[in-house]
């Protein structure tokens, strides 16, 4: 029978079929980092259970870390660092601590240090480790008794989710990209429109992105409901991994949906209808064109969003002023994204009224921005350039927004208060929201 | 995990769509490093508006808008609905990471059609109680759907991780006939 991506790479990983329950899934590789880890740890530790493969965990410091010189972190944040790094030596995980080089945002470095291989299974407990189906691995996110789980069987159980395909075609109008292409399509599919399904993202338009792009399509999977995101590989995907060290497998072929295979859902999107997308809400597919106005509230939840977010429907999306810009987070704070928010502040100043800073997304990320000079670039039109980390993204750490500050942010949620209690967040992409800071409203480079 | 036992009771009615972990558990409590006390952080933003539908209502069943418990993957989340006093969780669909957390550690997401999920407000509103026999599958008289292994998982309050670590001869053979495809150690 033909099959799609998801099956070949599920049927793979079945260490036991679970008939009417979950089957039991074997886990190639688990990404852990301060936040959601202690609890598991801990309980490994009450039950004297080891971690049964070390070699296929690694753990990283990124939620809390600070990512400015002056900027002390709280106690309780430096404490969960400091678990982190007392059981990553107890069990013999292999960590990234901050300073090492190769520290950053958990799902920016697994694709960078060529951990993240077409066909495995990955999870972490974070909700965006869909970003990883970007290579073709079956990624997603679990919570923290399923950490522990993981750690110490190396296995999951699960059931397998259902297939949607979301097919991008077309080409896009200049000025448009990946994050459009994903917000356009949540802002489609709801953000429960994808619950219960793994998403392939497939068409011309998606083999024509970069991997780099493709990422940011698969990490907001999860932002339409969807546990994970996947994009079968390709040349472009080996390239990228041979680039990491990654020489080309055997077990790498054949790993595409077959032409014939049914999804349990289909949807379409020409990117060459697709706008510059803004979120005007609290929450990923409240999303509008940015030159569209601010809709008419559709129902009660739509309202309450527009009363948090300080906006009156019908006021042109350009007009709408911002007092802060973030760029960076898992969505958007690799190489490419930094280049191409440079390519619009270059030579230009950051509005006297918006406060605006990049955080690149890991330690490499930074040091190849300024082998490139884009650093200069940033500072010099105003920027704050700091460490890597998810910073602003979630605000655990001193990047916080204040109440009723307005951010323009090339993360990947708008929820009430995500980026610091009162902060009104609007998602948009780097270019988007380097344009932005420069004009102190939104606007396009 | 504690078995999961028939819960009836009043019902807490949150008639909102698309509550997000964010929600339910803000950022600056995932800072601890403990997985009790987080009861009384729970919807900490909202809570502060006195109109907030947790402030005037009580009850071990909550009734949920649609897609309860979307966005991040933090267990904080059903742990803090667990500490505050939750048993059930009733909503027309979850977020799948929610739902699955709230599985494991015995904080019952019983998934009904919309339309019963608003009668079942309604009598709570009324001041009804409502049951919710797991055993049976019922929850204030509707069936809902639990494969049986999970079921059963619920009732006897098992561990997962001693369920899997039973099929440890499973896994050794399919490690056998799996050469791991990378490794983190190798890379120093
Ligand atoms: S950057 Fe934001 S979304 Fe990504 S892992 Fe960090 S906190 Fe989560």
């Known amino acids: 029978m033909a099959k799609t991506l998801l099956d070949k790479i599920w049927e793979r990983h079945v260490v036991r079929p679970g008939g009417d329950g979950p089957d039991l899934l074997y886990i190639d590789l688990h990404l852990v980092h301060e936040v959601t880890s202690p609890q598991a740890f801990e309980s490994l530790r009450l039950a004297g259970r080891p971690v049964r493969r070390p070699d296929l965990t690694i753990a990283t410091m990124d939620h809390n870390v600070a990512t400015g010189d002056d900027t002390p972190i709280d106690p ?127 068409g011309p338009a998606i083999e024509a992105l970069s991997v780099e792009g493709r990422l940011t399509i698969c990490n907001m999977s999860i932002e339409a409901g969807a546990r994970a995101g996947l994009i ?69 939840a739509a309202e309450r969003a ?62 190849q921005a300024e082998a490139e000079g884009l650093d200069r670039i940033f500072v010099d039109a105003g920027f704050e350039w700091r460490r890597a980390g998810c910073s602003m993204c979630l605000g655990m750490n ?10 323009a942010s090339t993360s990947n949620r708008n929820f009430e208060g995500r980026q610091g209690a009162g902060g009104r967040t609007h998602l948009v992409s780097p270019s988007i929201a380097a344009a932005t800071a420069l004009a102190g409203h939104f606007a396009t480079a | 995990m504690k078995a999961f036992t028939t819960v009836t009771s ?13 929600q339910i558990i803000p950022k600056q409590f995932l800072k601890r490093i403990e997985r009790s006390g987080f009861g009384e952080f729970l919807f900490f933003d909202w809570r502060k508006d006195p109109d907030f539908e947790l402030n005037h209502q009580s ?17 904080h989340a059903p742990w803090s609905l667990q500490d ?10 979850f977020g799948d990471i929610f739902r699955q957390n709230s599985l494991q550690i015995g904080l019952l997401p019983v998934q009904l059609p919309a339309e019963q999920v608003q009668q079942l407000m309604e009598r709570a509103r009324a001041g009804e109680e409502l049951t919710v026999d797991l055993e049976a599958r019922t929850a204030g008289g509707f069936p809902f759907e639990l494969d049986d292994h999970t079921r059963q998982r619920l009732l006897e309050g098992l561990d997962d991780v001693a369920l899997t670590l039973r099929e440890a001869d499973a896994i050794a053979a399919f490690e056998a006939a799996h050469p791991a495809p990378l490794s983190t150690v190798s890379l120093g």
């Open chain 2, 10 to 22: 009043r019902a807490v009615v949150l008639d909102r769509p698309d509550v997000d972990t964010d």
């Open chain 1, 76 to 202: 309780l944040s430096q404490q969960q660092l400091d678990t982190l790094r007392d059981n990553c030596a107890a069990f013999g995980v292999p960590l990234y601590a901050t300073g090492s080089g190769r520290e950053g945002i958990v799902h920016v470095i697994g694709p960078e240090l060529g951990l993240t291989q077409p066909g495995i299974t990955i999870v972490c407990g974070d909700s965006h480790t869909s970003t990883h189906g970007a290579l073709g691995a079956l990624a997603f996110g679990i919570g923290t008794s399923e950490v522990e789980h993981v750690l110490a069987t190396q296995t999951l159980p699960q059931r397998k989710p259902k297939s949607l395909r979301v097919t991008f075609v077309g080409e896009p109008a200049p000025g448009v990209g990946a994050k459009d292409y994903v917000l356009a399509a949540i802002g489609r599919l709801g953000v429960d429109g994808g619950v219960g399904h793994v998403i392939e993202f497939a």
């Open chain 2, 84 to 93: 505050y006093g939750f048993d059930v969780v009733i909503a027309p669909s």
């Open chain 1, 306 to 367: 527009l009363t948090y977010m300080g906006l009156q429907a019908g006021t042109p999306i350009r007009e709408i002023a911002v007092d802060r810009v973030f760029i960076g987070s898992c969505t958007n704070s690799r190489i490419e994204d930094l280049r191409a928010a440079a390519a619009v502040v270059r030579g230009q100043r950051v509005h006297p009224s918006v406060r605006a800073m990049v955080v690149p997304g890991s330690a490499q990320v930074k040091a």
């Open chain 2, 59 to 75: 009850g071990r069943i909550l009734l949920a808008g649609r897609n309860f418990g979307c966005g991040s993957s933090r267990e």
């Open chain 1, 232 to 300: 079968a590989p390709d040349e472009t995907t080996f390239a990228y991994l041979r680039e990491r060290g990654v020489p080309r497998r055997d077990d790498w072929r054949d790993l595409s949906s077959d032409a014939d295979a049914v999804f349990d859902r289909e949807v379409e999107i020409d990117v060459g209808a697709i706008r510059p997308q803004v979120t005007w809400g609290t929450n990923p597919g409240m999303v509008a064109s940015i030159d569209d106005v601010v809709p008419e509230p559709a129902d009660e």
């Open chain 1, 398 to 407: 001193p990047d916080v927004l204040q109440p009723g500050e307005r951010c």
